[in-house]
Structure formats: structure tokens, C-alpha cells
């Protein structure tokens, strides 16, 4: 085998000797030597025939594919350019599958092949025989190497580096040219001023061919994009006139069976829609939800109860003058019941149910959003009674500000001029649900629109109690050990939704361990994998950090048992779960609905307890970054402590309900001050109770690092706290 080393790519080819011999390699391997020679080749394979381009620890070209190039080479001159962009070389796999076995044919065989190519045949002699055809290329190659070579040997010469410029100009290798001005000094420091002339034509000349190949190559390939985006606008064009013209051909055949309205509607149609800006309004009859499906709101059904008596038996109150709101709002957290409440509306007078989201009004293009309300007020009142519940308001009416473009209030503005429009006789009623009633803009909540309002708050025990109840009516679990008050207990915060989630994880838990029936084991998993995240059981984590965590977990536990007026506890546990390597469990004994300064300051105490801990059993160099939640927690209390409750002593009775409202740089300073003062006496009274405590700790620590999770009850019984 013979290797011809490419001088600047550090690869090499490879030539079978039987096929091409030493004397033609040589006086090819200028050209195959050259970067936009390489470049060029593997562009051919690669776009124009599809061969593979194999690169291993060098770039392996086998001898057919180099006869090929060589064939090219001599047909159009000695750039590879002329040939790889020209148009007329089209080819095919099937042109090409004689090559499949190269190394199987002799000289006879690839003159015979070379016929199957469209239009080209070529005498492959001069690949065997480089003194017949081949001599005009031969010549040039070797007149270039030449001046190369002399070229080399002296390139302060500008003689000889003119006529070695302007021989690569000649033969179309502009970036050669490029490349030796680039590498080479300033020819003026010993080149004449003619002579300097010379070269900075050639410059000029190789400057402006390449420039004028590339700008040719790119006008072409952006022929194609062209044309493409000239039919999609065309296309586009052609549709909107289509679809405002009417329709006047007739059918062929008169007998024909016409489409109904339901089958012509197609793809177009809906792009049609879109161009109108309009969306199919869709009515709901004969809801079945009714005020008894609502679980853990009682008292809030009652408010809507006079609105059912109006929407039924409207005259009532229009002879007697009674004006009901034309529009409620529902406020409340997520996953409250909002929106079965305004369904079960609906279910109990038997009207027309209109549903939209508020992200659904708007669209890219302006004004949409207006249209739409207009068709939903317009379908509503010629349905009467109805109801038009707008799921998600604050997202199209929030408050508006000076800055804000003038369509961006159009979907809010038509709402509002159509409900200023409602008659008395009309009995459509808009019902709207947000989670967010400080974002929406005061007008939207004033009367004659908006101005019945129903908090929806997150369940109480009582209410946590009858939906665990009836979601528990849907799957099998242990009657005697899982109860409804127990459940409710452990769940304070949870929503509706939060509870049919838990009530459907804790089953399926069951059915992954193969049981048919979920345990209080199953509901405990569900309730921690709402409340903590998913635990991470492949997660490797070393004996020193389960240690620590211990630790940490543990100075919580420890301080709620004894802290007076400390949330009760319900566990720890040091498995990793969400973001966390560990977490301490509270349990209220009933819905906290106000706070005490005792409380507070509790709370931030068992905040403390996990970095006091670490401080005094870990060293304060190995305190972790695990503390940082908690500090952020204490801090938090510390502020509410002092800014919106009016707890603290120095600055007395102060409530300061949001960051809007601008004080004083010394206020804010004594704040911080205040603020920092609780911190630090936390601080330092929990770390005192856990030294005085610190068998007890350790204990603990010890016990975690074993069991991983301990309840609350074990804790206590291992401790002997009462």
C-alpha cells in the first residue's frame, strides 16, 4: 500500500498500487494535498452520490472513488469546483453499483462500466498509463509544483512569488492565493513598486472570483427558500379569496346527495376560523352536578342559593324590583371546587351552561379576544337562562396600567360593556373564578358587574372529612384501620383535588404491592409523596451525611417536643425525598386560623433547631447547606412577627401588609434590626435547651440513622417524654 499524506489535514489516502502507480500519485499529490481540495472531494461524496465519508484515525478513500475524482479531474480542468456545482451531474445509486466490489474489477471492466454513467464516458487509461490523455493536466501540475517549489526555496522572491500566484489564479485556486498573502509578510518590504503592483492584482483577481463563486452559490441556494415562501403566500393568498367568494359551479351530477353542514366542514374550514377569529361556542344542557356533589363548603352553597330561585323563577323578583348581581366572582385557592360550584349552579336551575377559560379568548391576532365575547354573550342570551362561567378572569383582567397598549383591554372592556348591557328580563348570569383576587382591576369588581363575591376557601376538618369520605366510596381499603377523621387530621392544607389525588395514589401503591385492598401504610406513602416530593430510594448517600442529617432532623424533633406552644409532631424521617435528604413532619390537632406570639416564636425556634444542631454535635465547619431553608423559614416568621402583626415591643403597632408601601430608611433599619435580634435570641435559647439535652439528641441521631423514619410516638416512648 502507498500513503500520500494530505499536508494539512494530517489524514492520508489510501491507493491500492496494482490499480494506480507511484509516478502518478506523485504528480497528482500537489493537488490532493491542498485544503479546498479535500474540501471539495468530500463535499462530492457526501452531496452529490452519497458515499460514505469513513473517518477513523485517518480519512480512508478507496481506490474507486479516487478514480473517479481523477476521471472528473481530467474531463473539466483542474478544479474540483468546476464540476462538483454543475448542474448536469445527476446521478443515481443504481449508476453506481458496480462499485460495490471495486477490488473484483480489472482495467476492461471499469472502461465497460463507465458507460452506465448518463452522458459521460470516460478512457481510464490515464490512470494506468499517466503519458497518454492525461499530459494537459499533467503539465499544468507539474508547471505549478514547480513554482512552488521555487517558491519555497526563496518566498522574499516577489518574482517568483508573482508567477506562483498568478499560476494558482490561473487554475482557479483562489484560496491558495488568499492563503500565501496570508501567510506571508507585507510584500512591500522587498518587492518593487511594480512588482508589488503585480501581486496586489492577483490579489485583487483571486479576491474578487472567490467572492463572485460565493455570492453565485448562495443566490442559488436561496432560489429554493424563495420559492417555496412565494407559494405559501400564494397559497394563503388564494384561500381567503376563496373563502369570501360565493360558491357558483353546480354539481355534475344533479342527483347527487348534498353534504351535510357536519360533513363539509374539513381541514380548511378550521383554518378558516382562524382567519375569523372565532371558535364553535359549545352549550352544556342538563348538567346532573348538583349542591350535594360540592363536599366541604356547606355554608358557601348558600350564597348561591338565591341565585338558583332567580335563574328558575325570574319574574319573582323582577315585578317586586329586585336587582340580582349580574356577575359572581369565586376566590379561592386551586383545586377548591370553583368550578364544580359554578356546574352544580347550573345543575340546580336547569340552564344553559356556557364554560370558556380565560386564556382561550385571546389569540395572536388583535382583537379576537372581543369577538369571541361577543358570540358567547350573544349564544347565552338567546339560550336564556344562562350561565357564562370564565374560568381563570385574571388572566384577562388584571389591573391595567398607563403603559399598556390599548388592544390589550379589549377582551376585558367588551365583557364588561356586555354585562352593562344585560337587561333585567335577560337572566344570563356570568360567574368568573380566580385565584388571584388582588390582580383584578377595581372596575371589573364594582357594582352593576362583578359585585358578588364568594371566598372559597381550602376545606376544614369537618370538610377535609365528607370528601375523604366520598372518595373513599370508589376504591377498596381497610375499613377498620383507615378513617375518614383520621385522614382529615393528617391532611391540613389540602384541597379537593389534593385529596382525590391521595386517595388515587394511595390505591395504586396497594395494586403495585400486589394487594387488593389500600392500608393506612399506603394512605402514609400518599400523604408524604404530596406533601415531600417523591422519595428517592436509589439515591446513594454516604453513612457521615445520613449522620448529619440525623442530626439536623433530629434538633428539629427534639425542640418541637419540648418547646411549649411548638406545632405537634408527627415524624422524621432522614430518607430523601424532592430537593430534601430529610424532613420533620408537623401535625396540627385542628386548623390553625390565627396565630399567637407564643406560637411564632415557637415556630422560628424549631426552625433553629436543625442548624443549632449541626453547631454543636457537627462543628461549625461541617454546618450544611441543608439550613439554608430553615433560616429563610425563621426569618420569614420574624418579619410577619414585626411588619403585619405588630408583635414586637420597639416598633409597637405597625401592620404593613404588602413591599409597595414605602418607609423610611430608619424605619426599615430598626425593622432589621428587630428582626435580627429575635433571630439571634432563637438562636441561642434552642442551642442552649439542645446542650442540656444532648444525650437525648444523640440517642436519637442514632436511633434515625437505623430505622430511617420514626413517628412521633416512638420518638417520644424512645426519649420517655410524656
Given at each position: 500500500m502507498i500513503w500520500v499524506p494530505?499536508?494539512?489535514?494530517?489524514?492520508?489516502?489510501?491507493?491500492d498500487n496494482h490499480l494506480l502507480n507511484t509516478q502518478y500519485i506523485q504528480q497528482i499529490s500537489y493537488f490532493i494535498?491542498?485544503?479546498?481540495?479535500?474540501?471539495?472531494?468530500?463535499?462530492?461524496?457526501?452531496?452529490?452520490?452519497?458515499?460514505?465519508?469513513?473517518?477513523?484515525?485517518?480519512?480512508?478513500?478507496?481506490?474507486?472513488?479516487?478514480?473517479?475524482?481523477?476521471?472528473?479531474?481530467?474531463?473539466?480542468?483542474?478544479?474540483?469546483?468546476?464540476?462538483?456545482y454543475k448542474s448536469l451531474f445527476r446521478f443515481r445509486k443504481p449508476t453506481f453499483k458496480f462499485l460495490q466490489s471495486p477490488f473484483q474489477l480489472n482495467k476492461d471492466d471499469l472502461i465497460k462500466k463507465s458507460a452506465n454513467i448518463p452522458d459521460h464516458q470516460f478512457d481510464f487509461s490515464p490512470f494506468i498509463?499517466?503519458?497518454?490523455?492525461?499530459?494537459?493536466?499533467?503539465?499544468?501540475?507539474?508547471?505549478?509544483?514547480?513554482?512552488?517549489?521555487d517558491f519555497s526555496s526563496d518566498p522574499q522572491n516577489s518574482d517568483k512569488a508573482f508567477k506562483y500566484v498568478r499560476q494558482l489564479n490561473r487554475m482557479q485556486m483562489y484560496e491558495d492565493t488568499l492563503q500565501i498573502f496570508k501567510q506571508t509578510d507585507d510584500f512591500r518590504e522587498f518587492a518593487s513598486p511594480k512588482q508589488h503592483q503585480q501581486l496586489q492584482e492577483q490579489y485583487g483577481i483571486a479576491?474578487?472570483?472567490?467572492?463572485?463563486?460565493?455570492?453565485?452559490?448562495?443566490?442559488?441556494?436561496?432560489?429554493?427558500?424563495?420559492?417555496?415562501?412565494?407559494?405559501?403566500?400564494?397559497?394563503?393568498?388564494?384561500?381567503?379569496?376563496?373563502?369570501?367568494?360565493?360558491?357558483?359551479?353546480?354539481?355534475?351530477?344533479?342527483?347527487?346527495?348534498k353534504e351535510t353542514p357536519d360533513q363539509s366542514v374539513g381541514k380548511m374550514d378550521k383554518f378558516y376560523n382562524i382567519l375569523r377569529n372565532n371558535q364553535n361556542v359549545q352549550e352544556e344542557r342538563n348538567i346532573a352536578t348538583r349542591f350535594n356533589d360540592v363536599l366541604g363548603i356547606d355554608e358557601f352553597k348558600e350564597e348561591l342559593e338565591e341565585i338558583v330561585e332567580f335563574l328558575k323563577n325570574p319574574k319573582k323578583y323582577t315585578d317586586s324590583g329586585a336587582?340580582?348581581?349580574?356577575?359572581?366572582?369565586?376566590?379561592?385557592?386551586?383545586?377548591?371546587?370553583?368550578?364544580?360550584?359554578a356546574r352544580a349552579l347550573a345543575g340546580e336551575a336547569g340552564c344553559a351552561f356556557y364554560y370558556k377559560s380565560g386564556s382561550e379568548f385571546d389569540e395572536m391576532f388583535v382583537g379576537v379576544g372581543a369577538s369571541r365575547v361577543r358570540e358567547i354573550f350573544k349564544a347565552a342570551r338567546a339560550k336564556a337562562p344562562a350561565i357564562i362561567f370564565i374560568d381563570e378572569i385574571d388572566s384577562i383582567g388584571g389591573r391595567r396600567r398607563a403603559q399598556d397598549p390599548g388592544f390589550s383591554r379589549d377582551t376585558i372592556n367588551q365583557i364588561l360593556t356586555e354585562m352593562d348591557g344585560f337587561k333585567q328580563t335577560e337572566s344570563v348570569i356570568v360567574i368568573g373564578a380566580t385565584n388571584f383576587e388582588q390582580v383584578l382591576d377595581p372596575a371589573l369588581k364594582r357594582p352593576g358587574r362583578f359585585d358578588k363575591m364568594v371566598h372559597v376557601p381550602l376545606p376544614d376538618v369537618k370538610g377535609r372529612e365528607q370528601i375523604f369520605s366520598y372518595y373513599l366510596?370508589?376504591?377498596?381499603?381497610?375499613?377498620?384501620?383507615?378513617?375518614?377523621?383520621?385522614?382529615?387530621?393528617?391532611?391540613?392544607?389540602?384541597?379537593?383535588?389534593?385529596?382525590?389525588?391521595?386517595?388515587?395514589?394511595?390505591?395504586?401503591?396497594?395494586?403495585?404491592?400486589?394487594?387488593?385492598?389500600?392500608?393506612?401504610?399506603?394512605?402514609?406513602?400518599?400523604?408524604?409523596?404530596?406533601?415531600?416530593?417523591?422519595g428517592r430510594k436509589n439515591m446513594h448517600v454516604s453513612e457521615k451525611e445520613k449522620l448529619m442529617t440525623a442530626y439536623h432532623e433530629g434538633g428539629h424533633a427534639l425542640i418541637s417536643l419540648l418547646t411549649d406552644g411548638a406545632m405537634p409532631l408527627h415524624k422524621v424521617t432522614i430518607l430523601p425525598r424532592g430537593?430534601?435528604?430529610?424532613?420533620?413532619?408537623?401535625?396540627?390537632?385542628?386548623?390553625?386560623?390565627?396565630?399567637?406570639r407564643k406560637g411564632i416564636i415557637a415556630s422560628i425556634d424549631v426552625a433553629m433547631g436543625g442548624r443549632a444542631a449541626e453547631d454543636l454535635f457537627l462543628g461549625k465547619d461541617d454546618i450544611t447547606s441543608g439550613c439554608s431553608n430553615d433560616l429563610a423559614k425563621a426569618t420569614d416568621l420574624a418579619y410577619m412577627f414585626i411588619k403585619q402583626l405588630g408583635m414586637d415591643d420597639k416598633v409597637s403597632l405597625i401592620s404593613i401588609q404588602s413591599d409597595r408601601?414605602?418607609?423610611?430608611?430608619?424605619?426599615?433599619?430598626?425593622?432589621?434590626?428587630?428582626?435580627?435580634?429575635?433571630?439571634?435570641?432563637?438562636?441561642?435559647?434552642?442551642?442552649s435547651l439542645l446542650k442540656s439535652n444532648e444525650n437525648k439528641l444523640k440517642e436519637l441521631a442514632t436511633e434515625l440513622v437505623k430505622k430511617e423514619t420514626l413517628s412521633a410516638e416512638e420518638i417520644r416512648k424512645l426519649l420517655k417524654i410524656k
Amino acid at each position: 500500500m502507498i500513503w500520500v499524506p494530505f499536508l494539512q489535514q494530517k489524514q492520508c489516502i489510501q491507493v491500492d498500487n496494482h490499480l494506480l502507480n507511484t509516478q502518478y500519485i506523485q504528480q497528482i499529490s500537489y493537488f490532493i494535498s491542498t485544503t479546498i481540495a479535500f474540501n471539495y472531494i468530500k463535499d462530492f461524496w457526501q452531496f452529490q452520490h452519497k458515499m460514505t465519508l469513513r473517518t477513523k484515525v485517518s480519512c480512508t478513500i478507496e481506490i474507486h472513488q479516487l478514480q473517479f475524482i481523477c476521471a472528473f479531474y481530467q474531463m473539466k480542468g483542474p478544479f474540483l469546483w468546476g464540476f462538483v456545482y454543475k448542474s448536469l451531474f445527476r446521478f443515481r445509486k443504481p449508476t453506481f453499483k458496480f462499485l460495490q466490489s471495486p477490488f473484483q474489477l480489472n482495467k476492461d471492466d471499469l472502461i465497460k462500466k463507465s458507460a452506465n454513467i448518463p452522458d459521460h464516458q470516460f478512457d481510464f487509461s490515464p490512470f494506468i498509463h499517466p503519458d497518454s490523455t492525461f499530459l494537459v493536466n499533467q503539465q499544468n501540475i507539474q508547471t505549478l509544483r514547480l513554482l512552488q517549489k521555487d517558491f519555497s526555496s526563496d518566498p522574499q522572491n516577489s518574482d517568483k512569488a508573482f508567477k506562483y500566484v498568478r499560476q494558482l489564479n490561473r487554475m482557479q485556486m483562489y484560496e491558495d492565493t488568499l492563503q500565501i498573502f496570508k501567510q506571508t509578510d507585507d510584500f512591500r518590504e522587498f518587492a518593487s513598486p511594480k512588482q508589488h503592483q503585480q501581486l496586489q492584482e492577483q490579489y485583487g483577481i483571486a479576491i474578487t472570483n472567490l467572492k463572485s463563486n460565493m455570492y453565485s452559490e448562495q443566490r442559488k441556494s436561496l432560489i429554493l427558500p424563495g420559492v417555496i415562501q412565494l407559494l405559501i403566500t400564494a397559497a394563503i393568498i388564494y384561500q381567503i379569496y376563496y373563502y369570501f367568494q360565493p360558491s357558483q359551479t353546480k354539481p355534475k351530477n344533479e342527483n347527487a346527495q348534498k353534504e351535510t353542514p357536519d360533513q363539509s366542514v374539513g381541514k380548511m374550514d378550521k383554518f378558516y376560523n382562524i382567519l375569523r377569529n372565532n371558535q364553535n361556542v359549545q352549550e352544556e344542557r342538563n348538567i346532573a352536578t348538583r349542591f350535594n356533589d360540592v363536599l366541604g363548603i356547606d355554608e358557601f352553597k348558600e350564597e348561591l342559593e338565591e341565585i338558583v330561585e332567580f335563574l328558575k323563577n325570574p319574574k319573582k323578583y323582577t315585578d317586586s324590583g329586585a336587582k340580582l348581581p349580574k356577575g359572581i366572582l369565586l376566590i379561592g385557592p386551586p383545586g377548591t371546587g370553583k368550578t364544580l360550584l359554578a356546574r352544580a349552579l347550573a345543575g340546580e336551575a336547569g340552564c344553559a351552561f356556557y364554560y370558556k377559560s380565560g386564556s382561550e379568548f385571546d389569540e395572536m391576532f388583535v382583537g379576537v379576544g372581543a369577538s369571541r365575547v361577543r358570540e358567547i354573550f350573544k349564544a347565552a342570551r338567546a339560550k336564556a337562562p344562562a350561565i357564562i362561567f370564565i374560568d381563570e378572569i385574571d388572566s384577562i383582567g388584571g389591573r391595567r396600567r398607563a403603559q399598556d397598549p390599548g388592544f390589550s383591554r379589549d377582551t376585558i372592556n367588551q365583557i364588561l360593556t356586555e354585562m352593562d348591557g344585560f337587561k333585567q328580563t335577560e337572566s344570563v348570569i356570568v360567574i368568573g373564578a380566580t385565584n388571584f383576587e388582588q390582580v383584578l382591576d377595581p372596575a371589573l369588581k364594582r357594582p352593576g358587574r362583578f359585585d358578588k363575591m364568594v371566598h372559597v376557601p381550602l376545606p376544614d376538618v369537618k370538610g377535609r372529612e365528607q370528601i375523604f369520605s366520598y372518595y373513599l366510596q370508589k376504591i377498596k381499603f381497610d375499613e377498620k384501620k383507615v378513617l375518614p377523621q383520621n385522614l382529615a387530621r393528617q391532611t391540613s392544607g389540602f384541597s379537593g383535588a389534593d385529596i382525590q389525588n391521595m386517595v388515587n395514589v394511595a390505591i395504586l401503591n396497594a395494586i403495585k404491592n400486589e394487594r387488593q385492598i389500600a392500608s393506612t401504610e399506603d394512605f402514609e406513602f400518599a400523604i408524604d409523596r404530596i406533601s415531600m416530593g417523591i422519595g428517592r430510594k436509589n439515591m446513594h448517600v454516604s453513612e457521615k451525611e445520613k449522620l448529619m442529617t440525623a442530626y439536623h432532623e433530629g434538633g428539629h424533633a427534639l425542640i418541637s417536643l419540648l418547646t411549649d406552644g411548638a406545632m405537634p409532631l408527627h415524624k422524621v424521617t432522614i430518607l430523601p425525598r424532592g430537593g430534601a435528604l430529610g424532613f420533620t413532619a408537623m401535625l396540627p390537632e385542628k386548623d390553625q386560623l390565627n396565630y399567637t406570639r407564643k406560637g411564632i416564636i415557637a415556630s422560628i425556634d424549631v426552625a433553629m433547631g436543625g442548624r443549632a444542631a449541626e453547631d454543636l454535635f457537627l462543628g461549625k465547619d461541617d454546618i450544611t447547606s441543608g439550613c439554608s431553608n430553615d433560616l429563610a423559614k425563621a426569618t420569614d416568621l420574624a418579619y410577619m412577627f414585626i411588619k403585619q402583626l405588630g408583635m414586637d415591643d420597639k416598633v409597637s403597632l405597625i401592620s404593613i401588609q404588602s413591599d409597595r408601601v414605602k418607609t423610611s430608611d430608619q424605619f426599615d433599619y430598626m425593622v432589621d434590626m428587630e428582626v435580627k435580634k429575635i433571630l439571634e435570641e432563637s438562636y441561642n435559647r434552642v442551642k442552649s435547651l439542645l446542650k442540656s439535652n444532648e444525650n437525648k439528641l444523640k440517642e436519637l441521631a442514632t436511633e434515625l440513622v437505623k430505622k430511617e423514619t420514626l413517628s412521633a410516638e416512638e420518638i417520644r416512648k424512645l426519649l420517655k417524654i410524656k
